[in-house]
């Protein structure tokens, strides 16, 4: 006599609900990975207010983008100039032997975020970590208006890092609901012939 075919296990309906709970908490993860990821960016940027003199302290060789931050906020002080930026003589040069780095002109990345924007002014390269002085005045020695400077590394890798991330999270948790219910009514209809 052949045995009887077990019954399939009917999966419940609560698969349902945890294919949306994925989704929504890959979206909760996509928003605050994005809100981390884009308002700190610049966080860790070093200022400098110009015209005159200021030092940044670059931790490691490598390349470097100049900003200029049009909405700044440095040592409490708001400043909120033209997003256009001023005519500046600049020179930047390493405190430790007072040879000269090279600016080279870009205009690749801006960011606005929270009480910051700024505009790529600048690149450089610096063969080694250390103390670099940065001198800026108006061509006609003018002292005013006192603008912001901003120094960061790998700004566009950064953002470029966030953005992807943050959407292959998103897709990701999208793929993986969607898996969840079709599978889920899958095997109820078989189970059962109703979802």
Known sequence: MQPSPQPQAVPSRWWYLGGLLVIMVGCLLFILLAFRGI??????????????????????????????????????????????????????????????VPLRPTGGGTYSAGSRAGNALFEFKIPKAGVYEFLAAYPDGETSPRVVFAVGREFTKRLVTTVVGGFSLLFGSLIASILMVAVTAYRRYRATGAL
């Open 39 to 100: 308002f700190g960016l610049t966080d860790d940027f070093q200022r400098v207010v110009l015209p005159g003199r200021g030092e940044v302290r670059l931790a490691s060789p490598g390349t470097y983008t100049v900003f200029y931050e049009h909405r700044s906020v440095v040592d409490g002080r708001v400043y909120a100039t033209g997003e256009r930026p001023p005519t500046f003589r600049c020179i930047l040069r390493s405190k430790e032997s007072g040879g000269h």
